[in-house]
């Protein structure tokens, strides 16, 4: 397993291996509209319609295919990874989660576990002892931007 600059194995890491864009996405006309709206100043979209919503700072839309995530309470850790449907998993990525929760995180259709993130060391311990209890093989790794 090759792990990249950031902790994670190298094909989940969005910034050291990106994704391939879709077939037209950065297009010549796509970037001069893009152009015309930023110069059209803030509130417009210098099309003439109003500007489509943004997500929240610090929120990523998931790519297809990418990750899902999972947002729990730290002491239900192991009992909601077992019990978890597919409709729980969020492909946005998680901003200001409180620190007694912890984020995991699935690639793929199956929604394998590759890794729980947690807000700090006291957390990354108990959450890999509910793991283990669990019979729940993951990584666990601090990540505390994601966390208020």
Do not use: K
């Given at each position: ?15 050291c ?25 803030p ?8 500007e489509?919503?943004?997500p ?14 999972l ?24 901003a ?31 959450a ?21």
């Amino acid at each position: 397993m090759t792990e990249c600059i950031h902790g994670l194995e190298l094909a989940m890491c969005d910034v050291c291996t990106p994704r391939a864009q879709p077939a037209g996405a950065g297009s010549a006309g796509s970037a001069r509209r893009a152009r015309a709206a930023a110069s059209a100043g803030p509130g417009r979209s210098g099309t003439g319609r109003p500007e489509p919503a943004r997500p929240m700072p610090g929120v990523a839309v998931r790519r297809a295919g990418g990750r899902r995530y999972l947002v729990v309470d730290l002491d239900d850790l192991g009992e909601e990874l077992g019990a978890a449907e597919a409709s729980d998993w969020s492909g946005l990525v998680p901003a200001g989660v409180g620190r007694e929760r912890v984020v995991a995180v699935a690639a793929g259709e199956e929604l394998d576990v590759a890794f729980v993130a947690v807000a700090n060391e006291p957390a990354r311990r108990r959450a890999r002892e509910a793991l283990t209890a669990n019979g729940i093989d993951a990584r666990v790794m601090v990540q505390p931007d994601w966390f208020g």
